[in-house]
């Protein structure tokens, strides 16, 4: 039986689980913890759209006038109510962002430079999630694919037993006989930066012995398309 008093240890691990979509557990094992929250996230919003945009001018004037109004809306009420608190958060988080500003030049020093250290145990934990987190259901078809996958990425590890354990806590499985992968894929609204219309492309589902059927686009033509995806499996009949 369980003690009740015990405290339950909230592992990085489970925090990523835990999010609710994928950008949200690529920004809390990008960050080392919880995503940061609404203020904090204004300077980084601010700061990329200083410059030119790859979706054009106008998605850029649209993305300034909604960060405009993001920005009024959370700290207005704190104007009127006279609370300095979220002002104090944005400056902190203004000057957190500055500190993790680099120029090319030294961006590019600091990573030859980290290519001749050996990287620390934390280090090493955050590549080996972020590869994890970066799975496509093609390599979860088997944990020998698994490893050829953190193989080719340089990812170091203990061993096998050590990245089943983090798979298990990031709540990421291998596919199994009878499941069936969907993946969609959509066109750039440019207005807004979100998919235009979604379209399923291909569809995988695991037979016997690990062999695949494929209908729709291979692999690597899904891959090579431009624009948004994501994919849904929908689990063997005796797992649901």
Sequence with gaps: MKNPSKKVRLTLNKQIAAASTRAQKWEIALLGGRPPSAIQNLPSQAFVLRGPSLHGEDWRANAIKQTKQHFADLLFPA?????????????????????REVS???????????????????EMGRRLRLALLNLSPDDLLSMHKVLTFLADRQIEFS????????????????????????????NVDVSSGNPKRWKCVRKLTVEQNGKTTNVG????????????????????????
Excluded at 81 to 97: T, V
Excluded at 109 to 120: A, D, I, N, S
Excluded at 219 to 228: A, E, S
Excluded at 232 to 237: G, L, N
Aim: proline share 4%.
């Design 217 to 240: 686009l291979s692999r690597r033509q899904y891959d090579d398309l431009l624009g948004w995806k994501a994919h849904t499996v929908q689990p063997a009949i005796s797992d649901k």
């Design 79 to 99: 104007l009127l109510n006279d609370n300095p608190k979220p002002f104090q958060e944005l400056l902190e988080a203004m000057a957190s962002r500055r500190k």
């Design 104 to 122: 090319l030049e030294n961006f590019v020093g600091q990573q030859c430079e980290g290519l001749r250290k050996k990287p620390t145990k934390k």
């Design 159 to 186: 061993d096998e037993s050590h990245v089943r354990r983090v798979m298990r806590e990031l709540h990421i499985h291998l596919l199994k006989h009878g499941d069936t992968v969907y993946f969609g894929w959509s």
